[in-house]
């Protein structure tokens, strides 16, 4: 069950984007990921970029979970469903779960 006051982890990413650079260094890291689950998406360039970066590379991806920031408007959350819909796969086999936190939680 999730709870709506859960602490979210700050991660610094610098290191690790130079990880991202290295060529051929993705597809070696995420072709085993098989679930992914994202909370608190707004829908901003670099979340978006992140998404696309793991439905790309993540070819033994099963399902990825995205559940957005409750303080969207449904148009905003409309527009990013529409975005991450249209991002390449890895696998034809990836399903993408959307789920609205005020339906979940209210």
Excluded: W
Aim: aromatic letters at 8%; proline letters at 5%; charged letters at 25%.
């Amino acid at each position: 069950m999730y709870m709506m006051n859960r602490q979210v982890p700050r991660v610094d990413v610098g290191p690790t984007s130079d990880h991202l650079e290295c060529r051929g260094c993705l597809k070696s890291t995420l072709n085993r990921l098989k679930t992914v689950e994202i909370t608190s998406l707004v829908g901003s360039k670099e979340e978006l970029f992140f998404i696309e970066l793991l439905l790309v590379h993540s070819s033994s991806l099963d399902t990825f979970t995205i559940i957005l920031r409750g303080a969207l408007d449904a148009k905003k959350a409309l527009e990013i469903v529409k975005f991450v819909l249209l991002f390449p796969r890895a696998s034809p086999k990836q399903k993408i779960i959307y789920l609205n936190p005020e339906r979940i939680f209210s």
